[in-house]
């Protein structure tokens, strides 16, 4: 009996036993299916998860914290009036932002290049959001290496014309980071590549006045947009990491290294051949610095008549402009065309910078010489300018005045020291150099 149960045993084990391994095999087979599952789902989720988000923020971000649709068909940017002697030599600008818009067609094909090569290779591949430079982006915060910002051009402008200053907390700039998802994601529907690239490059600020890069072409090498080398179409698109930094006319160290940095993304990327390359890097950076201001260029007084009518005549008439507001000389890039001989100007200007150089301030400071005690000669103490301004302070309707009013020499002079504004700009603390100090 005891034969037979124990065979009986061995049999039922025979026959839970896996015929040659195949039920562990699918036992197996089935576990690995499950993980590959959850890898290609959470793949998915990495690749599509920024395109959600997008979708979602544009129902669940506040309509007050995105520009509205009409902003985003004719996003405002502040241009450089230009007054015109001849009809066509820039006689001088008025403006808030010394920027003035330039097309695609007017840029060179080397700032194109440096651009896409330096801050968004996958420029033409994506519509505003590149998936792959975030994932690139978050991987290489989360290994601790530098694998580049996975901000497109588009999500750049978006930051240029909407955020003027990014904010400093951490929260709120992830908002803001958000945000500007949904703006490139719009800015991208409502406009070619080629027109977002312009609009780039007539946004950023290259400091000296110089916003916009035909302003920077301009100022820091006297030409045009289209003329710009690749040496110097690299170092203006340096600046984009910060104008600062990598400024050539402020730190030229800083900014031929960046330069070259953008010379060999191009190299790259299939822009630039790599036989220039190295002659390239070689190269100095020379600049030809020409600052600009609203007093620079010819007839200053001229200009500043010409500014005072354009501005009466807008007022006086009513001249709107297409979205119905009234002109502005210093933001709606108007072009001021006046009848000024200019190189007759430049002849006037130079004879009298020529007689007052070499006839009337030697006379003067001759005459001043031969005097004991001149008002505001080296050799005058303190003292003896002190007693000078008094004087003349006694000789104002304004002294003679609080004088016949009784008031103190001590209280008028309280008076004559006060900060006096000659401006309507004064309460804002930014014009105080506008105003004037009567103080001795």
């Not at 590149?130 to 982006?137: E, F, Q, S």
Request: glycine share 6%; charged share 30%; with cysteine.
């Amino acid at each position: 009996m005891k034969q037979k149960a124990s065979s009986k045993n061995k049999s039922n084990k025979l026959k839970q036993k896996p015929s040659n391994g195949v039920v562990g095999k699918s036992k197996e087979f089935k576990l690995s299916r499950k993980w590959k599952r959850k890898f290609l789902i959470g793949t998915w989720l990495v690749v599509f998860s920024p395109f959600i988000s997008i979708a979602i923020l544009m129902f669940t971000i506040p309509a007050e914290e995105l520009p509205d649709y009409a902003l985003l068909e004719n996003p405002v940017s502040n241009q450089a009036s230009t007054l015109y002697a001849d009809g066509e030599k820039v006689l001088g600008t008025f403006f808030v932002d010394n920027r003035s818009n330039v097309a695609y067609q007017e840029l060179s094909i080397n700032l194109v290049n440096a651009l896409i090569a330096t801050e968004d290779e996958r420029y033409y591949k994506h519509s505003g959001v590149d998936t792959w430079g975030l994932i690139r982006a978050i991987s290489g915060q989360l290994l601790g290496q530098n694998k580049g910002g996975g901000s497109t051009i588009t999500q750049q402008l978006a930051k240029m014309m909407f955020h003027e200053m990014p904010s400093r907390d951490k929260w709120a700039r992830v908002n803001e980071k958000l945000a500007e998802w949904v703006i490139a994601a719009r800015l991208e529907r409502r406009y070619t590549k080629k027109e977002i690239i312009a609009m780039y490059f007539n946004q950023f600020d290259f400091l000296y006045n110089a916003v916009g890069i035909k302003s920077a072409a301009r100022i820091y090498y006297n030409t045009t947009p289209k003329e710009l080398t690749i040496s110097e179409a690299a170092t203006l698109v340096g600046m984009a990491k910060s104008p600062v930094i990598y400024n050539p006319k402020m730190n030229p160290k800083n900014a031929l290294r960046r330069r070259n940095t953008v010379l060999q993304q191009m190299a790259k990327n299939g822009l630039l051949e790599k036989t220039k390359l190295e002659d390239l890097k070689k190269e100095p950076i020379i600049i030809d610095y020409r600052p600009e201001t609203q007093n620079t260029g010819v007839g200053a007084y001229f200009r500043g008549y010409v500014k005072k009518e354009v501005q009466r005549i807008l007022k006086k008439n009513g001249t709107l402009d297409p979205a119905g507001n009234p002109y502005n000389i210093y933001r709606d890039g108007l072009k001021i065309f006046t009848s000024l001989d200019y190189e007759l100007q430049k002849h006037a200007e130079a004879a009298v910078d020529k007689h007052l150089g070499t006839y009337l301030q030697p006379a003067f400071q001759k005459d001043n010489l031969s005097k004991k005690h001149s008002p505001y000669g080296d050799e005058t103490t303190r003292e003896q300018r002190d007693r000078n301004i008094r004087k003349a302070i006694e000789k104002t309707p304004r002294y003679k005045q609080l004088k016949k009013q009784g008031i103190s020499e001590k209280e008028i002079d309280k008076v004559f020291r006060k900060k006096i504004c000659h401006s309507n700009y004064c309460k804002n603390r930014i014009y105080d150099n506008l105003c004037i100090i009567y103080a001795y």
